[in-house]
């Protein structure tokens, strides 16, 4: 029997010589570096008790050793479940306990906070720093460059994702080996990933995108990535001359729009940006257009389904949407209420099926039976449309979605008029508890550097465009909006934070 995944991913690059890593102290790590690395490591964590099927909790920084520990947890059937840096140890205790993890490897500085937890769930304790040093390297030392792949098969677990539980208890989606193989395999072809590209990491690798989205489909194709511990400005603008394609969220972005370096001729040799875990601004989009020559290609997925969707590599990439199906996905739009297709055009929750989509909750049957249609198409919780060239439109979260006086309001609707006001750099609508309507949708905006921007005329600017209904019935000045590590405004942060300011009136 096989090990799908790491056969096709890893395996095949044994004994190559190409640069798979180019790292920040100027080293370069080959494909078959690596995969020594990896075997290694194997040893280390059979040499640790973890079997096949065993779940590794990794809370440690983003550097080459932590990717070499996914590697060596696939080929030796080890279920790798990353998480988050900025966790406490409370948040990891639950992560731990609740997947049953026979080892949590941690970064040294957090050895003492973390040894209690991993104590009390029975798991060994391991770590590693961001340099690669640590207990873990320290007992893969000397052991042997090759191991025996242990077998797996397509449906067994690969990886454990946690959602971010904004609206409840963390739930674990079981990703199989053929989730996230099929996905790559996609992907790479999609993008036009080739053994020539070579990728500017700087997305943390605790989360989909970073770990399986870019580090899986340059696997793929045989490619480079430059490795960066974090965004930092800096760094990305000096090694952009050396890379081919990016993939960043809206605020990478931004922050490169804002810095005079961006030029034309910086980045005249990159063939591919891509955007996703946030939604992309339609001004950002074209500023980035103008600026560079090049045209963002924003795509949507998420931790249950890796990608779903995404704008053509060649064709219209359309600002405001996140493109098409990918292919061997099916999406269908229905109503949140009776499950029933509607209406071309017409917003509904977005639905998808494919061998990308995730096996289930990890324990927790219930949940999944609830998300999990019959015909294996699962509910996102995500509500969009389809226009009549079949380009998918993201209109956000079911909870999201402000319900006043009886009306359904979509807050990207409102944000897009108030994002196009002058001096608004960005906005997020909320619903806020009030007395006689139920709830209400209040705005919160941030200004342009050095702008104040008029909230009177903005206020006239939403009569003219939206409903009475849709109308913010406050506007809100603040210096920046709440986000999580992958950019996404916390819209949860920002209702609990202005829930009280009708029902005090």
């Not at 603040?478 to 009708?502: S, W």
Request: glycine share 10%; proline share 6%; aromatic share 6%.
């Amino acid at each position: 029997m096989a090990n799908p995944l790491y056969d096709t991913l890893f395996a095949r690059h044994a004994g190559r010589d190409a640069a798979f890593l180019h790292l920040v102290d100027g080293r370069t790590l080959s494909h078959d570096a690596f995969l020594r690395m990896a075997a290694r490591l194997a040893h280390a964590l059979r040499g640790a008790g973890l079997g096949p099927g065993d779940r590794l909790a990794a809370q440690v920084p983003k550097s080459a050793e932590a990717l070499v520990v996914y590697a060596a947890c696939v080929q030796a059937g080890i279920v790798f479940l990353p998480l988050n840096t900025a966790y406490t140890p409370d948040e990891v205790s639950y992560f731990v306990t609740d997947s049953g993890a026979g080892l949590l490897l941690c970064d040294p500085a957090q050895a003492d906070s973390l040894r209690p937890v991993a104590k009390a769930a029975g798991a060994v304790l391991m770590t590693l720093d961001a340099e690669g040093g640590g207990s873990l390297p320290d007992a893969a030392r000397g052991l042997p460059e090759s191991f025996e792949t242990t077998p797996r098969g397509g449906d067994d677990l690969a990886a454990l994702l946690y959602t971010s539980g904004t609206t409840g208890r963390s739930k674990g989606a079981m990703l199989t080996q053929e989730n996230l193989l099929s996905n790559a395999r996609v992907l790479a072809e999609y993008w036009r990933f080739t053994a020539r590209d070579v990728l500017l990491h700087a997305l943390p690798i605790f989360h989909t995108h970073g770990l399986f989205v870019a580090t899986n489909t340059v696997l793929m194709a045989g490619g480079a990535m430059i490795l960066q511990p974090r965004f930092d400005i800096d760094a990305v603008i000096a090694a952009l001359p050396r890379a081919t394609a990016m993939m960043g969220v809206p605020t990478f972005y931004t922050r490169l729009l804002d810095d005079p370096r961006l030029t034309r001729d910086l980045v005249a040799h990159m063939r591919l940006f891509t955007s996703g875990s946030a939604p992309l601004l339609a001004e950002t989009h074209a500023a980035f257009e103008a600026r560079t020559g090049h045209r963002i290609l924003e795509r949507y997925g998420m931790t249950e389904t890796n990608m779903t969707t995404s704008n053509p590599y060649e064709g219209a990439r359309r600002a405001g949407t996140v493109g098409f199906p990918l292919p061997g996905v099916e999406l269908r739009i229905t109503d949140p209420e009776s499950g029933a297709e509607v209406a071309q055009g017409a917003v509904g929750m977005l639905e998808v099926r494919g061998p990308n989509v995730f096996r289930g909750y990890w324990n927790m049957p219930e949940k999944t039976a609830e998300e999990m249609r019959g015909d294996g198409f699962f509910i996102t919780g995500d509500l969009g449309r389809v226009d009549a060239r079949g380009y998918v439109t993201i209109v956000g979260r079911i909870k999201d979605v402000v319900i006043s006086g009886g009306y359904n309001i979509y807050p990207r609707e409102v944000e897009m008029v108030l994002d196009d006001q002058p001096g608004v750099l960005e906005s997020a609508v909320v619903g806020v508890p009030h007395p006689d309507m139920g709830e209400v949708p209040v705005a919160i905006l941030v200004p342009e550097a050095g702008a104040t921007p008029d909230t009177q005329a903005i206020a006239t600017a939403t009569e003219r465009a939206l409903a009475r209904f849709k109308r913010p019935r406050r506007i809100i000045l603040v210096d920046a909006l709440p986000r999580n590590t992958m950019g996404k405004v916390q819209k949860n942060a920002l209702r609990a934070e202005y829930a009280g300011i009708f029902t005090a009136e």
